[in-house]
């Protein structure tokens, strides 16, 4: 009886990814960060592609911030969730000009398009 628990506690956990996030609706969600995170040259914001892995604040091409420079953490889907739902309580001091998304599922969407742009 304890074996078939724990079984189906391990199924549980290896079917439910913590992001199950939909990459194509993030991409139309996107477009509310786009225009400052476009990758053009002279954008307020800096190019996220290849986002997921970096260090926070490292882009060579981008003039961050002091505290997102010194953030010294690397982006994964739970810092970035936690940022696009609320820069501030992840980078205090962050200048991004943007109140974060309310709903978790546009966050979670935003997070898979992220990681699926290398
Ligand atoms: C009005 C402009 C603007 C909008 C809209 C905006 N950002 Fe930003 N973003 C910035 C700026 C400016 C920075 C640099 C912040 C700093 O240096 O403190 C930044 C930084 C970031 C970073 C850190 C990048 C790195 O290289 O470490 C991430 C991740 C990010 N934004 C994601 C998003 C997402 C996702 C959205 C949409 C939900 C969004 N931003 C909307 C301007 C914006």
Not at 37 to 44: F, W
């Amino acid at each position: 009886m304890r074996a078939i628990a724990v079984a189906c506690a391990l199924i549980a956990a290896f079917t439910l990814p913590a992001f199950a996030g939909d990459a194509a609706r993030g991409q139309e969600t996107f477009k509310a960060c786009a225009a400052c995170h476009g990758d053009r040259p002279g954008d307020l914001g800096p190019s996220l592609i290849g986002v997921v892995g970096r260090v926070a604040g490292t882009r060579e091409d981008f003039r961050y911030s002091g505290p997102m420079a010194r953030a010294g953490f690397v982006w994964d889907e739970a810092h970035l969730g936690a940022f696009i739902h609320n820069p501030r309580s992840v980078v205090a001091g962050t200048r991004m000009p943007f109140d974060g998304l309310a709903d978790d599922r546009d966050v979670e969407d935003v997070v898979a398009y992220l990681a699926s742009r290398k």
